[in-house]
């Protein structure tokens, strides 16, 4: 780590962001944490002499508001200074990976859903949050200093953005420069969607040393023993692979994927006529690189698409205690996917 990011932040201090809420794990819920103050007499004397002071001396110390303005800012500064290499050293200190979501402000409490997950595998110290826009940073940097960083250019306000809109192009066309970003800086990277949740440890399932690996979008069953290979292309010439959920090593195959990724997405811009998205790229990375890059395809059991597991209970209890990262999609709307976590016991934020 370099001097620059260890004088930011000392790791053992912060608890990080998902112990602000209850139910950390399944068999170890926690409760809401109170302070409590024992008003004995001299507790009461030192606070009615504080009042007192504050009482005489508030007049002068001018607007209170901007009190704290010095610290706040000095703060702020030094999150914008930030760089990517300071907070992937920071995140990786302990090893080789990084696991990496990109969230902006309104998606917060899906980062937070899945950072708790996350922790219940004991792998929540890689995480790395790619802020997508100032208030993000801020925010997960004020509660869980070092794991959030933003790489300008900042997109503009993010607002909840609904899939197909040019707004999702915009905020997801990012991903794969930040991904490149880091395999160049010579990490493995973890990258997922934060509306999705760990049931399990995927890490025993990244086995071997192929270059990039992914799950497959489709809802149809494989068989339990299906090939981890890309997939043949669909309906319209290209495979439907999620770019949800991606590892990748630092090799030069998992660099040119993403190299392609990015040339896809500018051959491919957004158009009220076309309404992209990141993924149709990604599959044509996928496939125009296919004969160049080693590819492996995650077992469906363990890496299910949500057009499966949420629609196929047959399934789902025929592959009980495979499963590993569930994807909340195959369904539209933030209300809608918080309402079917919970409808399946995945949302693991506790209610106060």
């Given at each position: 780590?370099?001097?620059?990011?260890?004088?930011?932040?000392?790791?053992?201090?912060?608890?990080?962001?998902?112990?602000?809420?209850?139910?950390?794990?399944?068999?170890?819920?926690?409760?809401?944490?109170?302070?409590?103050?024992?008003?004995?007499?001299?507790?009461?004397?030192?606070?009615?002499?504080?009042?007192?002071?504050?009482?005489?001396?508030?007049?002068?110390?001018?607007?209170?508001?901007?009190?704290?303005?010095?610290?706040?800012?000095?703060?702020?500064?030094?999150?914008?200074?930030?760089?990517?290499p300071e907070a992937?050293?920071?995140?990786?200190?302990?090893?080789?990976t990084v696991i990496?979501?990109?969230?902006?402000?309104?998606?917060?409490?899906?980062?937070?859903?899945?950072?708790?997950?996350?922790?219940?595998?004991?792998?929540?110290?890689?995480?790395?949050?790619?802020?997508?826009?100032?208030?993000?940073?801020?925010?997960?940097?004020?509660?869980?200093?070092?794991?959030?960083?933003?790489?300008?250019?900042?997109?503009?306000?993010?607002?909840?953005?609904?899939?197909?809109?040019?707004?999702?192009?915009?905020?997801?066309?990012?991903?794969?420069?930040?991904?490149?970003?880091?395999?160049?800086?010579?990490?493995?990277?973890?990258?997922?969607?934060?509306?999705?949740?760990?049931?399990?440890?995927?890490?025993?399932?990244?086995?071997?040393?192929?270059?990039?690996?992914?799950?497959?979008?489709?809802?149809?069953?494989?068989?339990?023993?299906?090939?981890?290979?890309?997939?043949?292309?669909?309906?319209?010439?290209?495979?439907?692979?999620?770019?949800?959920?991606?590892?990748?090593?630092?090799?030069?195959?998992?660099?040119?994927?993403?190299?392609?990724?990015?040339?896809?997405?500018?051959?491919?811009?957004?158009?009220?006529?076309?309404?992209?998205?990141?993924?149709?790229?990604?599959?044509?990375?996928?496939?125009?690189?296919?004969?160049?890059?080693?590819?492996?395809?995650?077992?469906?059991a363990a890496f299910?698409?949500?057009?499966?597991?949420?629609?196929?209970?047959?399934?789902?209890?025929?592959?009980?205690?495979?499963?590993?990262?569930?994807?909340?999609?195959?369904?539209?709307?933030?209300?809608?996917?918080?309402?079917?976590?919970?409808?399946?016991?995945?949302?693991?934020?506790?209610?106060?």
């Amino acid at each position: 780590m370099s001097p620059t990011s260890s004088s930011l932040h000392q790791r053992t201090l912060h608890k990080p962001y998902t112990s602000l809420f209850n139910n950390p794990s399944p068999d170890n819920p926690s409760k809401p944490y109170y302070i409590s103050i024992l008003l004995n007499r001299t507790t009461f004397l030192l606070l009615l002499t504080l009042l007192i002071f504050l009482g005489v001396f508030s007049p002068w110390i001018g607007n209170h508001s901007t009190f704290f303005t010095p610290s706040t800012l000095s703060l702020e500064a030094k999150w914008r200074g930030y760089t990517l290499p300071e907070a992937v050293s920071f995140v990786a200190k302990n090893g080789s990976t990084v696991i990496v979501c990109a969230v902006s402000q309104p998606y917060l409490p899906f980062l937070n859903n899945w950072l708790i997950s996350i922790k219940r595998q004991k792998h929540h110290e890689k995480v790395l949050v790619i802020a997508e826009d100032y208030a993000t940073l801020y925010t997960v940097n004020g509660r869980w200093p070092g794991h959030a960083v933003l790489i300008p250019p900042a997109p503009d306000a993010q607002v909840a953005h609904k899939f197909g809109s040019q707004g999702f192009f915009n905020f997801t066309s990012r991903r794969p420069r930040h991904l490149l970003q880091i395999l160049e800086l010579g990490y493995n990277v973890m990258y997922n969607d934060v509306d999705m949740v760990w049931l399990a440890d995927p890490f025993p399932y990244l086995k071997g040393n192929h270059d990039v690996y992914f799950m497959d979008d489709m809802s149809a069953v494989k068989p339990l023993d299906h090939p981890n290979v890309l997939p043949p292309p669909g309906k319209k010439g290209r495979t439907y692979i999620c770019s949800c959920m991606i590892y990748m090593h630092p090799t030069a195959g998992a660099k040119l994927v993403m190299k392609k990724w990015i040339e896809e997405l500018q051959v491919q811009p957004w158009s009220k006529a076309k309404k992209a998205n990141d993924q149709p790229a990604f599959n044509w990375a996928l496939n125009k690189t296919a004969g160049q890059v080693d590819l492996y395809l995650l077992p469906q059991a363990a890496f299910p698409t949500g057009g499966l597991y949420f629609k196929n209970q047959t399934w789902v209890d025929e592959t009980k205690g495979k499963h590993v990262i569930i994807h909340n999609n195959y369904i539209l709307g933030f209300e809608k996917k918080i309402k079917r976590f919970k409808d399946y016991n995945l949302w693991l934020v506790c209610q106060i």
